[in-house]
């Protein structure tokens, strides 16, 4: 447009139109263009706005709003946007615009306005962003009708760009604060029989389905969450359109229709008894409904967030706008239709906190392949490629729990291997018996399959050559890792022959750089940094050796659950229950292993003086087990790394005591003389055979005993052998990630080297070889999401790790706690802290910084508070109201849903917060 104007109508109005009608008439007027069921209207431009400020001398009390607002005075900006209020509603528009908005609004009127009321509409150039909604803001008036009302609600839609909570949400998400302007949309009122919002994908994990929540009347009862509203979940097909939906009924007591007395507005009313549990919408309004979300989405490019309603059985749009979500976090995966059982039990004592991106990415492909999928094939079972094998919550490892079930299914229950419980809920093995295959033991595709499978790898699986092959590749391992060591010492000490300048390196804010241990390298004219190639050469090589550990590790760790269950079933047989399960725990005691060996080692350490000595003697221990750690995530750092681990693991073991909380950290209980030990094991071995082998029949039972102990024997250290060797290659692929860290500080890619542990494996090979965009954002943001999750798992680890999950909810999150409110999760995060019940701003001042907020429900205008707040608990409410919107946004964990909250906390009570499973727990 080349001339400011009053007046534009919505089908004339484009996205480039923006600063003229602001962000909400910019997607309406582009919906109307494209044939968008949306209500006639037009919209008042910011330039009518921009003229009366300046007509009637405005724009100092403007600027006294902005700097009161800079300086945090909040009463002086209450009474400064009070007198705002006053000097607009009494000063004048130019007779041309009155003029001009008039005949729009006759014009509106005479195309048929339903009851001759009209709805105004605050629509801000700072509004409907990607990064910030502004949702409930700025005002909106329904039920408008008559000249006078209209121009009192224009007024009142600019008055609004400046009360004190639009103020502060601007300067929290907008970088232009004060550069704002305010254009009005009048339109149609359509007196709705149902209505609600809809988002085209799942606000807290970006997941591609359609969230819907519905209420009779005015969808105002919605946004505000005023109401238990319906909940519709529509599935999105591969070729991403709608398919069946879920739905969650709502009780819905009361809805919003237009003040039938005049005057305006709207007004919350009882629904009649006989409604509240109908449903809102049909199947096919849902379809119908679901198929506009997600064309807007497919028109606008990104998911939207849709305010809408039905009228006459007609669809009518009445906002769309970007939907700020969380994002898919990498740290939680979302699957579609995932109502599986998930079980931490494989992995938990292998990841005891938050993976990284990397230290994920190089075990991941690995454990599903090998671990699981294989294993699935040589079963034969039919979706062994497609099943989902592992998944992330709150950057925890969890396995599919249909996999544990179709492992365990052939096992009779007399030889179900001992730790096949920690697999199931409440160690019920029974649920395996509910997989679907194998049918039976004798069907022909599962034997075939087996049969097929153990001929081809009859070395690898058998349990007479295994425990062979295992001692064979341990040399072969410890030779290919000298090969790599060289390799990467080499790396480090020539940069593989790549001599880069300074300038070809990174800007001048990149001369000095800190190394890992935090003292700084400094980058002289000549920087010799490793070759990207050469250290993913090295990669692939130490990867292939773990492919080769795990090939063969994982039918070890087979035959020592087989053989071990075997030995205690014998002796349960032969010696009595109680009797039998001890001598077998002692048949098996304190066999040498690579584990036991590192822990006399620590305890030698115990036993050196300070100083010098121990200096030595630390040196010579981290030679040996330096490229230990208490993680298989290689974020983690190894004892060579970081040998206050060590230091510290000492000092405990020294007091007597160990305050780490790895699962490998009680080494009191495990450290005892190997020949004690031995003594031990002969003695149970003694009294085995005196009870056992009595006449022929006995001496017959001895041997088959015998010869089951003779493999458990040969089994059971290799459980931990298997750990000291993956470390190992794990150890070196640490070091060369790292030096590709260097390589990618110097070119200004990172910050310090460090963060290379937050981009994936996938993404380091494709710039390495492709010299492709690095991720630097996602590494950010990942890092950044890292330290959060790491910090919720030390404040409650039993929520954030779960043992069993179904779906992405916790399995029995209430068990052992003494009161546990569940409700509707509607902004993630964890937060502890006390409970503060409000149910008016008058009550905020007894709010302070960190305050659990407990309320029926929030209005926009108390946006100011929830940068105070540590959290949010509503009565009412869900996922797209705007409380739950706007705390999304301001990154506060938030649960909706929880009837008569208000009463059942109190004040000063400390609470568990969890926004992302939607529950809150008392703390005793």
């Known amino acids: 447009m080349s001339e400011p104007v009053t007046i534009l109508w919505l089908e004339e109005i484009t996205q480039g139109d923006r600063k003229a009608v602001g962000g909400k008439g910019a997607n309406l007027g582009e919906m109307t263009r494209a044939g968008y069921p949306v209500p006639p209207g037009f919209c008042i431009t910011t330039a009518t706005y921009l003229d009366f400020i300046r007509r009637n001398d405005l724009e100092k009390v403007l600027a006294s709003l902005a700097a009161l607002a800079r300086e945090g005075d909040e009463a002086a900006l209450g009474r400064e946007t009070a007198r705002l209020r006053t000097l607009i509603a009494s000063a004048e528009l130019a007779r041309s615009a009155r003029q001009e908005i008039m005949a729009a609004y006759s014009q509106l009127l005479e195309v048929g306005s339903p009851k001759g009321q009209v709805a105004v509409r605050s629509s801000a150039t700072a509004e409907d962003l990607a990064s910030a909604s502004f949702a409930g803001q700025q005002e909106t008036y329904l039920n408008v009708s008559g000249a006078k009302d209209l121009l009192a609600a224009v007024k009142s839609c600019w008055t609004s760009l400046w009360a004190p909570r639009a103020i502060s949400y601007r300067r929290r998400f907008w970088a232009d604060r004060e550069a704002v302007a305010m254009a009005v949309v009048v339109q149609d009122m359509i007196p709705c029989d149902v209505a609600g919002v809809a988002f085209s ?45 879920s739905v969650s009924p709502g009780h819905k007591a009361r809805q919003r229709i237009q003040n039938p007395e005049g005057g305006g507005g709207t007004i919350l009313v009882d629904v009649p008894l006989e409604r509240r549990d109908e449903l809102t919408l049909s199947p096919g309004q849902v379809r119908r409904l679901a198929e506009t979300v997600l064309a ?100 925890h490892p969890f396995v599919n729990g249909t996999i544990f079930q179709i492992l365990y299914k052939p096992f009779p229950d007399f030889f179900l291997p001992e730790d096949a419980y920690r697999y199931f809920p409440g160690g019920d093995t029974s649920l395996r018996k509910k997989a679907s295959y194998p049918p039976s033991i004798f069907a022909p595709r599962f034997l075939f399959s087996l049969l097929r499978a153990f001929l081809r790898d009859a070395q690898d699986w058998s349990p007479w050559h295994n425990y062979r092959q295992w001692a064979r590749f341990t040399d072969e391992h410890q030779q290919e890792m000298a090969a790599i060591a060289e390799q990467v010492q080499q790396l480090k000490e020539t940069g593989g022959g790549v001599s880069l300048s300074r300038a070809q390196i990174a800007p001048a804010g990149f001369a000095i750089q800190r190394a890992g241990d935090g003292s700084q390298i400094r980058r002289e004219q000549k920087c010799d940094l490793p070759s990207l190639e050469g250290c993913w050469q090295v990669i692939k090589q130490a990867q292939e050796l773990n492919r080769r550990l795990l090939a063969l590790h994982r039918w070890s760790l087979t035959h020592a659950d087989l053989t071990y269950t075997f030995l205690r079933k014998l002796a349960a047989a032969w010696l009595g229950a109680e009797r039998g399960t001890k001598l077998c725990a002692a048949l098996v005691l304190g066999l040498p292993n690579k584990s036991l060996e590192l822990d006399q080692e620590l305890q030698k350490l115990t036993e050196v003086a300070a100083g010098e000595e121990y200096e030595a003697a630390l040196a010579t221990f981290l030679a040996q087990y330096g490229h230990r750690s208490f993680s298989l995530d290689i974020y983690r750092p190894t004892f060579a790394a970081d040998p206050t681990q060590v230091t510290e693991l000492v000092e405990s073991l020294v007091e007597g005591k160990s305050n780490l909380q790895s699962p490998t950290s009680n080494l009191q209980s495990r450290i005892s003389n190997l020949e004690d030990r031995a003594r031990q094991r002969e003695a149970a071995y003694s009294l085995t055979r005196k009870s056992v082998a009595k006449g022929l029949v006995g001496r017959l039972k001895m041997a088959v005993f015998d010869y089951v102990l003779g493999l458990a024997r040969c089994y059971m250290p290799l459980r931990e052998d298997q750990r000291f060797y993956w470390q190992e290659t794990l150890a070196a692929m640490r070091e060369l990630f790292l030096l590709i860290g260097d390589r990618l500080v110097a070119e200004g890619l990172l910050k310090d080297r460090g963060e290379v542990f937050f981009a994936t494996k996938d993404e380091m090979e494709v710039y390495v070889k492709e010299r492709g965009d690095f991720p630097i954002y996602e590494v950010r943001n990942r890092a950044k999401e890292f330290r959060q999750l790491q910090g919720q798992h030390e404040l409650a680890p039993h929520l954030t790790y779960p043992a069993f999950l179904v779906g992405n909810r916790p399995l029995d999150t209430s068990k052992g706690r003494e009161q546990v409110l569940v409700g509707q999760p509607v902004s993630p995060g964890l937060k502890r802290g006390p409970v503060r019940v409000v149910s008016t701003p008058r009550q905020f001042s007894k709010i302070q910084a960190g305050d659990i907020m407990v309320t029926r429900s929030t209005d926009p205008g108390w946006t100011p508070i929830f940068g105070l707040l540590g959290g949010l608990i509503m009565e009412s409410g869900g996922q797209l109201s705007h409380g739950a919107v706007v705390a999304r946004e301001y990154g506060l964990p938030a649960v909706a849903g929880i009837a008569g909250a208000t009463q059942l906390l109190h004040d000063g009570q400390v609470v568990l917060l969890d926004g992302l499973s939607g529950t809150v727990a008392v703390v005793n």
Do not use: C
Not at 202 to 229: K, Y
């Open 296 to 395: 807007l989405e497919k028109h606008f490019g990104s998911p939207q967030d849709v305010e809408w309603g039905f009228w006459k059985g007609e669809l009518y749009i009445f906002q769309t706008r970007p939907l700020t979500v969380q994002g898919a976090s990498w740290f939680t995966d979302s699957i579609a239709g995932d109502d599986y059982l998930w079980s931490s039990g494989f992995l938990d004592e292998r990841f005891s906190e938050p993976v990284s991106p990397l230290g994920w990415s190089v075990v991941r492909g690995l454990l599903e392949e090998l671990a699981f999928r294989e294993p699935l094939r040589y079963m034969g079972y039919p979706q062994s490629d497609s099943l989902p094998v592992t998944k992330l919550y709150r950057g």
């Open 201 to 245: 994908a799942n606000p807290l994990t970006g997941q591609d389905r359609i969230i819907i929540e519905a209420n009779w009347g005015l969808g105002e009862s919605v946004v505000r969450g005023e109401v238990e509203a319906d909940r519709y979940v529509v599935e999105r097909t591969a070729a991403g359109v709608p398919s069946q939906f």
